[in-house]
């Protein structure tokens, strides 16, 4: 499919995502070995920009997770290197990472995502906002849903199941970002949407962007309270693809297919959903836009099942650098 | 070999073929059912961070290495050249005869005479749980342990399949009372736990010591009812102040008219405190037929531990008291770090916080405002501060008590450091206290005792299964008198 190239992969970082970084990173040089490419990975430190300018690679593959890789930073910098890299660009990136900008652009847009407000640490501590607090419990309710705005995994998120627990998690959140955002708790099933927009189809890059089959995250014990054990590895099983009806298969599609267009996603991404449990609703928490390319990670489960090999998947993703 | 690696040797390029979530899948049908139970958990990943030049980390278990003389090593390895093949050959699975009368030494050092016989050499202290939960742990099994207990441990109950007991400790270790009322609330439902793992000395991570009244009761319930009891005394030698303890090894030998053998406790003890962890030196000292399969597991394991650092230690020994003085050293060297440490908790942590005063050993357990969740502030510090410590959850099994405690090591690092350290972490606990305020989150009463089940009005009430309570651990709060007197040393 094509020529042999130089490909740069970005991995590591220090963010607190750094060592499943470490792991997509690997999985997607042997990859990109595979199909053929000349591939060098950079641990992403001070020397990045000396690296590149001495590797000249004809594209970075980014599979860097964490503030920098993924909010725009370093999509930004490979810009003004004028090198091609894989995945969104920054704009896309910056609304896709920042959790609470993005349910405000699905919110404006219509498309559903669970109520919520946004706190700054800045507006609390200059601002008094802390006397909003009341208001916004009135109107999310409790279990609330505390998270940082921008983190990748679920570190710093909690349950507060009353007022008197609402402040440590707020305070727990903002360690990890100076922004929070407090969501209404929707029970129900967890669901990951994989899009692919490169190499949809035998139409090549201008093709709409497709759906892959859509992993479902089924957590082993019921763990209401307990964030980290339910996301944790080993404490939730992937089911793929996720046993729902037709029509919330497709809805849960297409729903992920405009918030990847939303967001002005390019090449891939995964969006995140919940069916409640009682209504069959659909809510989009958040997306993602560099996402884990481990050997458990979602991407390549969905890949797998639309019969798409992880080395044809990181071929797909490398052609997202040569088709902006 | 990666699955992407199985892939191409079968097929050059790797491409148009079916591989990695199916072999994931494949992989996770292979996988033994107890690994399930380990999991890499995001605050693990967090503390593999912390390795970093810019952090200060008061975050490891190490001791100190950099005062051990370079040229007495060069001149200790020498020795063991002479007997090259022998350094470099098998050794028994039980140890070196001459590893085992330098351990007779250390432990009668710590006032326990044993028979080099009931002695097997491990690779280091760590062996000692494993090989122990290998030969009493089926899945379900359970063992009764301290809260906190090490959290170097917790993997090794959880790989296999152990159900773990935590008894809070108080400024006496754990109270034997407690542990009582559990083994009753066991047997009730026709359960035994298999073992007792304590660590009677300057317990890691709570700091605290099992006082001599609880040992001897220790000692009397395992015996009354037939209950093995495994005593982790890495740390025993490093005490700094106060008198040395009698071990629950030698109670117990002592109780049952015998000189130099329990048949109840297995003792753990190790090289790596008052020596080096890099040997990876330990051992156990046990009854016979415990000890029989411990051999026969550590033959499975690694059929031996290393002779090039057993012949080191025999050479080291051989010098005539030099490992005595340097554990001597070691405990000024500590001590005077311990110091520091205090005196810096003291000036930085705040009125809110409170911390356990060892009398030796390795760590201090400090505890914040219950509010404030220490695997957060773990990010916090070491994102805007460089400082890293040990959470406090990591020393529960549940993964979620101990949530406003940490774990600090004042043996590792230099006093500078140390200093340093506290201080950041002190800015970032003063950062959350300050937006708990501009939450209007008011701070916990000061006096906590006799007013944990109430609620405040309109709140539904504490659940009863202690576990939202949990999170408070109740390590020794010193009294106001002690309070006054910190102040005044600032």
């Known amino acids: ?324 | 070999m990666s699955s992407q690696e199985m892939e191409r040797s079968s097929t050059p390029g790797g491409r148009g073929t079916r591989p990695t979530a199916h072999e994931l899948a494949r992989y996770e049908s292979l996988f033994a059912a107890r690994t399930r139970g380990m999991k890499s958990s995001a605050m693990r990943e967090m503390m593999a961070l912390t390795e970093r030049p810019d952090v200060i980390s008061l975050a490891g278990g190490l001791p100190d290495t950099s005062t051990f003389p370079p040229e007495l090593y060069e001149r200790l390895m020498a020795e063991v050249s002479l007997q090259t093949a022998r350094a470099l050959q098998y050794g028994p699975t039980e140890g070196m005869a001459a590893t085992a009368e330098c351990i007779v030494q250390v432990m009668a050092a710590e006032g326990t005479a044993i028979d080099p016989a009931d002695v097997i050499v491990t690779t280091g202290g760590q062996q000692v749980i494993d090989l122990v939960c290998k030969t009493l742990i089926d899945p379900g099994d359970v063992i009764v342990a301290e809260a906190p207990t090490y959290p170097g441990a917790v993997p090794s109950f959880s790989a296999y399949q152990a159900e773990v007991e935590q008894i809070e400790m108080d400024s006496d270790g754990m109270p034997i009372d407690a542990l009582e009322e559990t083994l009753d609330r066991l047997a009730a439902q026709g359960r035994r736990p298999k073992f007792i793992y304590t660590i009677p000395n300057f317990q890691n991570p709570g700091g605290v010591t099992m006082s001599l009244a609880r040992r001897r009761r220790l000692v009397e319930v395992a015996r009354e009812r037939e209950l093995l009891v495994l005593e982790d005394n890495p740390y025993g030698l490093l005490r700094y102040e106060g008198d040395p303890l009698p071990t629950l090894y030698s109670l117990d030998a002592a109780a049952v008219g015998r000189d130099s053998a329990s048949d109840l406790v297995i003792y753990l003890g190790t090289f790596s405190k008052i020596l080096s962890p890099g040997l990876r030196l330990g051992w156990a000292v046990a009854p016979r037929p415990v000890l029989e399969k411990l051999n026969l597991c550590k033959q499975g394991a690694d059929l031996c531990s290393s002779p090039v650092t057993q012949m080191f230690v025999s050479a080291y020994f051989a010098e005539d008291g030099a490992w005595l003085r340097h554990v001597e050293h070691l405990r000024e060297l500590y001590r005077a770090r311990r110091d520091v440490m205090f005196e810096a908790l003291a000036e930085h942590f705040g009125e809110s916080a409170d911390w356990t005063r060892p009398e030796g050993g390795l760590f201090i357990w400090a505890t914040l405002d219950e509010r404030i969740d220490t695997t957060d502030l773990l990010a916090l510090a070491r994102n805007t501060e460089g400082v890293a410590f040990v959470p406090g959850r990591a020393a529960y099994m549940d993964g979620r008590s101990g949530s406003s405690s940490m774990r600090l090591n004042f043996a590792g690092i230099p006093e500078a450091e140390i200093r340093e350290g506290i201080a950041r972490i002190g800015r970032a606990i003063s950062q959350q206290l300050g937006l708990l305020g501009f939450l209007g989150s008011p701070p916990p009463p000061a006096a906590r005792e006799g007013e944990a089940g109430e609620a405040a009005p309109g709140e539904p009430p504490a659940p009863d299964t202690g576990e939202g309570l949990a999170d408070v651990v109740k390590l020794p709060r010193r009294p106001d008198s002690a309070r006054g007197r910190r102040r005044q040393d600032r």
């Not at chain 1, 993924?70 to 896309?92: H, K, N, R």
Request: proline share 6%; hydrophobic share 40%.
């Open chain 1, 1 to 324: 499919m094509t020529a042999p190239r130089r490909v740069a992969v970005l991995k590591g970082g220090s963010s607190l995502e750094r060592s499943v970084s470490l792991r997509s990173g690997a999985q997607v040089e042997d990859a990109l070995r595979g199909l053929g490419h000349e591939v060098s990975g950079i641990d992403v430190g001070t020397d990045l920009v000396e690296q590149l300018l001495a590797l000249e690679p004809d594209a970075v593959f980014i599979a860097l997770h964490g503030p920098q890789g993924e909010d725009g930073t370093v999509q930004s910098l490979m810009e003004a290197l004028a090198l091609p890299y894989t995945g969104s660009p920054p704009a896309a990136c910056a609304r896709g990472t920042d959790k609470v900008l993005a349910k405000q652009l699905m919110r404006e847009a219509g498309i559903p995502t669970p109520e919520f407000e946004s706190l700054r640490q800045g507006a609390i501590r200059d601002l008094g906002a802390g006397g909003a607090v009341p208001s916004i419990e009135r109107r999310l309710g409790f279990p609330m849903v505390v998270k940082p705005a921008r983190g990748g995994s679920a570190l710093g998120v909690k349950f507060a199941s009353s007022s008197t627990e609402l402040p440590g998690a707020m305070v727990g959140a903002f360690s990890y970002d100076g922004t929070v955002l407090l969501e209404r708790h929707v029970s129900g099933r967890d669901l990951a949407v994989s899009v692919l927009g490169t190499g949809a189809g035998d139409g090549g890059s201008d093709a709409r962007p497709r759906a892959l089959p859509i992993v479902e995250a089924v957590p082993r014990e019921e763990g209401f309270y307990d964030y980290e054990s339910r996301y944790g590895i080993g404490m939730t099983t992937f089911v793929c693809p996720a046993e729902l009806p037709a029509d919330i298969t497709d809805r849960a599609c297409n729903l992920a297919i405009e918030v990847y267009e939303l967001l002005g996603c390019h090449g891939f991404a995964r969006i995140d959903l919940m069916v409640d449990h009682e209504t069959a609703e659909l809510w989009v928490l958040e997306a993602n836009v560099v996402p884990g390319m481990t050997e458990t990670s979602l991407l390549p489960q969905a890949a797998d099942a639309a019969g798409i090999s992880f080395d044809e998947l990181v071929g797909l993703m490398l052609e997202s650098a040569f088709t902006r």
